[in-house]
C-alpha cells in the first residue's frame, strides 16, 4: 500500500494527470472533515474528482509558483490504510504563500486509492486560494457515520 501512496504523491507533485488517473480508483470518494468552507464534506467519484474537485484548488495556482505534495511522510500503514503527511511549498495566485501541510489517510484496494481523507488548514486554503470562491457543492455532508458508509468503522 506504501508504493501506492508513493506513487500517488509523485504524480501531484509532478502533475503527470495520466498516471494519477490511474492510480485513483473509479469509486473514488474524498473526504474534506469540514464544514462551511470551498471544499467540505464527501465528495464521490473519479470523474467528480478530476473535473471538479482539482481544478477547484489547482486553478488557484501557477504550477510554476508552487509544488503540491512536494515532501510527504508515511506515518503508517497496514494491508489498506496508509496514514500520511504532505507539505506544499510557494505561493497562490493571490500572491499568498500556501504552504499548506496535509494530513492524509488512504483506503487503497487493487493498487488503487479508493478513498482518501484530508484534512488541512482550511484558514490558509480560504485565505490563499479562494478568497469569495463559491463552495463546491458535496455529494453529502460529513458526518462521523460517512467514514462508517466508507468502512473506517
Keep these: ?43 464521490q467519484g473519479k ?8 481544478p477547484c484548488v489547482f ?4 504550477p510554476e509558483q508552487i509544488v503540491f505534495c512536494d515532501e510527504h511522510r508515511i506515518l503508517c500503514a497496514d494491508e489498506t490504510t496508509v496514514v500520511a503527511l504532505a507539505v506544499n511549498k510557494g505561493s497562490a495566485r493571490s ?7 496535509y494530513l492524509h489517510i488512504f483506503k487503497c484496494v487493487g493498487g488503487q486509492v479508493l478513498t482518501l481523507i484530508e484534512g488541512f488548514d482550511t484558514a490558509l486554503a480560504n485565505r490563499a486560494l479562494w478568497g469569495d470562491t463559491v463552495a463546491l457543492s458535496a455529494d453529502q455532508s460529513f458526518t462521523m457515520a460517512s467514514l462508517d458508509a466508507l468502512g473506517f468503522a
Aim: a negative charge; glycine letters at 6%.
Design 1 to 43: 500500500m506504501e508504493q501506492i501512496v508513493n506513487n500517488f504523491y509523485s504524480a501531484i507533485k509532478s502533475g503527470d494527470n495520466e498516471r494519477l488517473w490511474a492510480l485513483v480508483h473509479d469509486d473514488f470518494t474524498l473526504v474534506c472533515p469540514t464544514r462551511d468552507h470551498v471544499l467540505s464534506g464527501v465528495y
Design 95 to 101: 500572491g499568498e504563500h500556501y504552504d499548506q501541510a
Design 59 to 62: 486553478g488557484c495556482v501557477d
Design 47 to 54: 470523474s467528480r474528482f478530476f473535473e471538479e474537485v482539482l
